[in-house]
């Protein structure tokens, strides 16, 4: 079925947060008060959808540009090691819909939009604690290769810092 991308608009919260919080622990669980303040700051926000559907949110993703005002953990490990970055802090497809290659979907319009920004590096990261091995395999198929281990939420999670090129990713 034919898949299209598009921004996240506000009609489409209610989809992205069941969405979102369904995906928990790989990302944080928002409602829509931290949900509104992520879209405010945020570089990038869109969803796919399908053709037949454009009103059915299948996935998202969120990315932050490397002068955001954002005080995540991670965002900021990130931050102090770069000035010409994008930054995932969640991409999430829902799950009847994977394996149908909408999260390359999702980071093809990522990495489009770091290449007109000029910045030069995609991060993420993906937890290790709680293990999230399908979510590694996936971001190292795309070339994201681990720069970094970090510790967040009081010792509860562990996460593996991720980067890929954008010069890399565009050669694709």
Known sequence: MPHSLRPLLP??????????????PAVNSLDEASLAALL???????????DAAP???LGFAIVFAADADYASENYRWFAERSREFLYVDRIVVA???RGQG???????S???????????????????????PGSLAFHSRLG?????????????????????????????
């Open 95 to 97: 799950d009847g819909a």
């Open 55 to 57: 009103e059915h949110v």
């Open 144 to 172: 994201f290769a681990q720069i970094g281990q970090q510790s967040t939420k009081n010792d509860t999670v562990v996460v593996a810092l991720l980067a890929a090129s954008v010069g890399e990713f565009a050669d694709r």
């Open 40 to 50: 405010a700051e945020c570089a990038l926000a869109v969803v796919v959808t399908t």
């Open 11 to 24: 009609h489409d919260s209610a989809q992205v947060l069941r969405l979102n919080n369904a995906a928990v």
């Open 102 to 108: 909408l999260g390359e979907v999702l980071y093809r």
């Open 110 to 132: 990522i990495f489009d939009s770091a290449e007109a920004s000029a910045a030069v590096v995609v991060f993420c990261e993906v937890n290790l604690e709680p293990p999230n």
